[in-house]
Nanobody, 114 residues
Framework: GVQLVESGGDLIQPGGSLRLSCAAS????????MSWVRQAPGKGLEVVAS????????YYLNSVKGRFTISRDNAKNTLYLRLNGLKTEDTAMYYC???????RGQGTQVTVSS
């Protein structure tokens, strides 16, 4: 079956950087449209960034444009999210999502605090 395993979350100070990874298996990753979504405490899920199978088309939530970068390595079946210039409002559980099947992993926690 489909498996998505996120890693890379941490407690980090405002202005810091992180790279999240998502190891995918159980489907044809290279043709899959993928997203990173997040859920802050007491709030709903929001799509942070998305990328097509070839990595040639991307989408970003307005509030993260210029700070976050989504990428993928199809040879490694891995999705990435680079987070720069982190703000306290970026604190959330981050999930990678296989959009076609609406499946998410278990998530990785990002906490931005001084």
């Amino acid at each position: 079956g489909v498996q998505l395993v996120e890693s890379g979350g941490d407690l980090i100070q405002p202005g810091g950087s992180l790279r999240l990874s998502c190891a995918a298996s159980g489907f044809t990753f290279s043709s899959a449209y993928m997203s990173w979504v997040r859920q802050a405490p007491g709030k709903g899920l929001e799509v942070v960034a998305s990328i097509d199978g070839r990595g040639t088309s991307t989408y970003y939530l307005n509030s993260v444009k210029g700070r976050f970068t989504i990428s993928r390595d199809n040879a490694k079946n891995t999705l990435y999210l680079r987070l720069n210039g982190l703000k306290t409002e970026d604190t959330a559980m981050y999930y990678c999502k296989y959009v076609a099947r609406d499946i998410r992993g278990q998530g990785t926690q990002v906490t931005v605090s001084s």
